[in-house]
C-alpha cells in the first residue's frame, strides 16, 4: 500500500531501445543509457502535446522512476566497491581527515619544517 512506492519493483525491467532507434528519436549521447526505451516515447508524447506540462505524467513518471532506480544501482556499485577495494579508504577515516595524504598530525614534530621564507 502506500501508492506503489515501496521500494519493490514489480515492473520488468525496460526493454533495451537499439542504436538504430535512439539515433532515430536524435537522442544526445548523454540519455542514451537503460531508460532510453522510455526516454523516447515520452520526447514523441512531448513533441506531440507541444511540451503541454499536464500531459505525458504517465510516461514521465516511468521514465523517472527508471532513472532513479539505475542511479540507485549506480551508489551501490560505487558502495560495494569502496567497501572492497585494496587500501580504500572507509567513511570513518574520511571524517577523520585521513586518507592517502599525510596530515600535520602524521608528521614527525622532531623534523625539520619549511618556513616559506628565502
Given at each position: 500500500m502506500g501508492g506503489g512506492h515501496d521500494g519493490h519493483h514489480d515492473e520488468a525491467r525496460p526493454k533495451q531501445a537499439s542504436q538504430a532507434a535512439m539515433y532515430d528519436a536524435k537522442l544526445d549521447v548523454a540519455y542514451r543509457d537503460q531508460c532510453a526505451a522510455l526516454l523516447i516515447p515520452l520526447n514523441k508524447c512531448r513533441y506531440e502535446t507541444m511540451y503541454a506540462p499536464w500531459e505525458c505524467g504517465h510516461e514521465r513518471h516511468t521514465y523517472e522512476k527508471c532513472q532513479y532506480i539505475e542511479f540507485q544501482k549506480r551508489?551501490?556499485?560505487?558502495?560495494?566497491?569502496?567497501?572492497?577495494?585494496?587500501?580504500?579508504?572507509?567513511?570513518?577515516?574520511?571524517?577523520?581527515?585521513?586518507?592517502?595524504?599525510?596530515?600535520?598530525?602524521d608528521l614527525d614534530s622532531r623534523a625539520p619544517v619549511a618556513t616559506g621564507t628565502c
Open positions: 551508489v551501490a556499485a560505487l558502495n560495494q566497491s569502496k567497501k572492497w577495494s585494496v587500501g580504500g579508504v572507509d567513511d570513518k577515516s574520511v571524517r577523520r581527515g585521513g586518507g592517502a595524504w599525510p596530515t600535520t598530525h
